[in-house]
């Protein structure tokens, strides 16, 4: 009788715990298909490394609250990328005499040698470097500092412990944040990236142990200086079909982004070791999403070998109203994970971004004349139209009579655009009613695949070329898909349509 009530009590222990992390992801607003943290704010996706079969995302987080504030590394795990689950907050703010530190972006790296001896027992073990904000607590010191430390875990971030010789790397600076550390195996050490914001420069340095950093070279100002740059990260990219690789520096600009606000913008090049240097070639810069809704994305660490891409994952708002966003009791939300890869061809070179998505894929349509769907969110469809037709040809998202959202290809103007100005029905800023596009690659086909979640949708087209993220919040989940054309009648579209499955039930 003892072993049964222990074995119930086990039972029902398990099902309040499943019971409590599923509660409260059912609200209006709440992605079905996007990691959301079930209360408070989110923003920049942090240290973001696979580790043990787990994909970990860290994320800056308020504990205390659904707006910006009290920083600290909230923590969610997955087995597939979609699934979540969330744990309790990995690294919090701390509060000492002196100051409070606040956790800002960085990134996490498994330290397989015990190059830090950080390590227990000289086993693997994950290593924090992070950025701390530091606000003091004299109420007429204003000046605040912002410097690179260290935090270790040896049982799979479950816990975590702020290393005793922090800050590992100081300028004395107020700005300097958001290191993004990669292990450079050919020379044997650690290299980071991170951002001297106001200078619109990206620093490399490097370490053998992760706590003794010495400096190597600058990269910037190039590109897009408007705004301060921040949220680097360099990751070595292989070829869309062969062995043949670049690296691309990515770096988040906030605000001046074309699109307006946050964006971002990435470099293709090499790295030597010490210098990344941007190519020549036609292409070589370009933003890694032109919607309004995708910043600070982030590439995971220590990628299993089944996994020959990287992984980047973003924050799918935009600092001109994230605080203004209508959703409760959460307030902040990620992208979809995308392989990236990079091609050539007439119009140079290019990343390309293919969402994870296919295993959520369920119930599947065949579009083989255009005519109209109706489907309720989340759903995908992988559209091809035809790349000779005249004027604007695309989709609109119908969720009532009043309010889209459309999608197209507009041949006239030679652009790819997502026009969001009619597609919710609720006031969030001036800012968030827009029509965002980017110029269209004259060479690549007219492909396009649409990811629709409750409140966002994910474009991509022309082989992933081009991605644009955009918050809608429709009046309704239910979709009706009408495809257009400026020309009259319905435009030349095959294609499939999937519905998807929520990740939270």
Known sequence: MRVLLKSVALLLAAALTMQAQNSGYDQRYRPQIHFSPQHNWTNDPNGLVYFHGEYHLFFQYNPEGDQWGHMSWGHAVSRDLLHWRELPVAIPELKTEKDTEMVFTGSVVVDEKNTSGLCTNNKPCMVAIYTGHHIPAAPNEKHTLQNQNLAYSNDDGRTWTRYKGNPVLDLKMADFRDPSVLRDEEHGRWVMSVALPLEHKVRLYASTDLKQWTELSDFGPAGSTKGEWECPTMIRVPHQRSEASLWALKVGINPGAPQGGSGEQYFLGGFDGTHFSQSSDKGAHGWTNYGKDDYCAISFNHLPASEPRPILLGWMSNWQYAGKLPTSPWRGQMSLARRVSWLRDGDGVALTQQPVIEPLRAAHTSIRVA???????????????????????????????????????????????????????????????????????????????????????????????????????????????????????????????????????
Do not use: C
């Open 371 to 505: 005519k109209e769907l109706s489907r309720t969110a989340p759903f995908e469809l992988s559209l091809r139209f035809n790349p000779e037709a005249k004027g604007t040809h695309g989709v609109r998202l119908y969720s009532d009579a009043e309010h889209f959202t459309e999608i197209a290809f507009d041949n006239t103007k030679h652009e790819f655009y997502v026009d969001r100005t009619h597609a919710s029905d609720v006031t969030i800023s001036p800012d968030f009613p827009v029509r965002t596009a980017t110029p269209l690659a004259p060479t690549r086909a007219h492909d396009l695949r649409i990811v629709v979640d409750t409140i966002s949708v994910e474009a991509f087209a022309q082989q992933g070329t081009i991605t644009m993220t955009n918050l809608i919040f429709p009046s309704s989940l239910k979709n009706r898909v009408v495809f257009i054309s400026s020309e009259g009648g319905m435009p030349e579209v095959k294609g499939d349509a999937w519905t998807l499955r929520s990740i939270w039930k």
